[in-house]
Structures are given as C-alpha cells and as structure tokens.
C-alpha cells in the first residue's frame, strides 16, 4: 500500500490559487494512476483530475481550464495547481493512488475559497 500525505491547502480569496501538494512513500508510486477527488460538506465525494504513470490527464469539466495536475516521480509527488478559485471549489481534498488494483488514501487538505 501507498502511503499518502497532502499539504498545501488553506484559506483563499476568489479568484486566487492555491497548489496542493501529495507527497507518496515507495517506488510504486512511479506505476500508479494518481487522482485528486474533493469532497464538500453535504455532498458525495467527486473525482477531481487524474494523472496515469505516462503522464496523461483528465479533469472535471467543472475545474478543466482552471485546474492542472502533475506529477513529478523523482520526488514521488503529485501536484494540482488550482487558478481562478471559486466558492464552489471549498472541499476537502483527497489524493488517491490506484495501482495494482488497490487504492490508497491521503487524510485530506481542507481549501476554503471565500466570496
């Protein structure tokens, strides 16, 4: 199993950007598929972005154009890049990393996006 730690979350202004940060333990870090959900209060938890062990993305259409994610296997790290934040982007932020056929979890970054 993966172990997942997130940082960079916070309090923001809309229209700001914040970049979340997950930092993964072990080389199978390099062979998983990493994706970023959210969850806001009340409400299921929602696939975010995607990024595979190749590089290629997908996003949300509620977040593509504002949102990048990226990785960086020589750190063990996946990355989202959040621009023109809005109100409706609060949640807490998960990373997850599918590899295997199992699946692992951050404890989640709380972002707050005021009006």
């Known amino acids: 199993q993966v172990q997942l730690v997130e940082s960079g979350g916070g309090l923001v202004q809309a229209g700001g950007s914040l970049r979340l940060s997950c930092a993964a333990s072990g080389t199978i870090f390099r062979i998983a598929i990493m994706v970023w959900y959210r969850q806001a209060p009340g409400k299921q938890r929602e696939l975010v972005a995607t990024i595979t062990s190749g590089g290629t993305t997908n996003y949300a259409d509620s977040v593509r154009g504002r949102f990048t994610i990226s990785r960086d296997n020589a750190k063990n790290t996946v990355y989202l890049l959040m621009n023109s934040l809005k109100p409706e982007d609060t949640a807490v932020y998960y990373c997850?990393?599918?590899?295997?056929?199992?699946?692992?979890w951050g404890q989640g970054t709380q972002v707050t996006v005021s009006s």
């Open positions: 997850n990393a599918h590899v295997l056929f199992k699946d692992s």
